[in-house]
């Protein structure tokens, strides 16, 4: 018999075509075409505009699913006990709308402001608790918004396995 679970919170999203579509607060999704064809997901901090070299702010799992090495990493961590991946702010993080697929998606249904949400991210600055199936990029952006912390790619999976 299966287990019931929660009800997934409702989003949207939609293709950033240019950096300045985005802003603090937002949780963003970039495409990882390796290993796993995933999305990275991140809250953006900041956006900085300059007709130079536009660019973003996030945090962040670093290590996390955005590295091509998490999952040789993740079997590390599980061997030795210790986690290598951790939430971090990355200042100056490279987006390029133009070459690569990110998604801004949207909360409808978060009555959270996005200066709260910078604050709840901003809290776990450090945080080594990452689990591919329990704790990942996409529970944390999550977790800023108060919504339910159970990624969206991992429950897809696993429905898709059963």
Aim: glycine content about 2%; aromatic content about 12%; proline content about 5%.
């Amino acid at each position: 018999m299966q287990e019931d679970t929660p009800a997934l919170p409702r989003t949207r999203e939609t293709r950033v075509t240019n950096l300045s579509d985005l802003a603090p607060g937002d949780h963003i999704a970039r495409k990882a075409n390796w290993p796993f064809f995933h999305y990275h997901h991140m809250l953006v901090t900041a956006v900085i505009l300059t007709a130079a070299r536009p660019r973003v702010n996030v945090v962040h799992y670093f290590g996390g699913s955005s590295s091509p090495f998490q999952f040789l990493r993740s079997w590390l961590a599980r061997l030795s006990w210790v986690n290598l991946s951790k939430v971090r702010e990355d200042h100056d993080f490279a987006l390029d709308p133009e070459n690569e697929y990110i998604l801004k998606i949207y909360h409808p249904h978060c009555k959270i402001s996005a200066d709260e949400r910078i604050e709840r991210a901003t809290r776990r600055i450090g945080d080594h608790q990452y689990s591919v199936t329990k704790s990942n990029c996409e529970d944390f952006v999550f977790y800023a918004f108060d919504e339910s912390s159970r990624s969206v790619q991992v429950r897809t999976l696993s429905n898709d396995n059963v």
